[in-house]
């Protein structure tokens, strides 16, 4: 069993920055891939980065050069460093952890990042 629980989420302007974490509790030796999620109003979630134990990144082709995610596996942490931000940024933010065991998705609350134009 594991749980995710995302924090960083907030109101930036445009052009800045944030950062986002995700704090993993529970038996993780069966997670491998990490991930980042968001969802906007009236659109489907959609996959941001995704990340595994041996440190190999993925990224949507629209936050490529701009996001970047990484881990700690001693920490049991994900993050997701967001910048160069724009309006269409905005959504709410979602930790993804994988299960290849189980084969099961577990997911966070979310969190909720907003970008003034």
């Known amino acids: 069993q594991v749980q995710l629980v995302e924090s960083g989420g907030g109101l930036v302007q445009a052009g800045g920055s944030l950062g986002l974490s995700c704090a993993a509790s529970?038996?993780?030796?069966?997670?491998?891939?990490m991930g980042w999620y968001r969802q906007a109003p009236g659109k489907q979630r959609e996959l941001v980065a995704t990340?595994?134990?041996?440190?190999?990144?993925n990224y949507a082709d629209s936050v490529k050069g701009r996001f970047t995610i990484a881990r700690d596996n001693a920490k049991n942490t994900a993050y997701l460093q967001m910048s160069s931000l724009k309006p269409e940024d905005t959504a709410a933010y979602f930790c993804?952890?994988?299960?290849?065991?189980?084969?099961?998705?577990?997911w966070g609350q979310g969190t909720q990042v907003t970008v003034s134009s």
């Open positions: 993804n952890a994988y299960d290849s065991r189980k084969r099961y998705n577990y």
């Open positions: 529970g038996r993780m030796s069966s997670i491998n891939v």
């Open positions: 990340i595994t134990s041996s440190g190999s990144t």
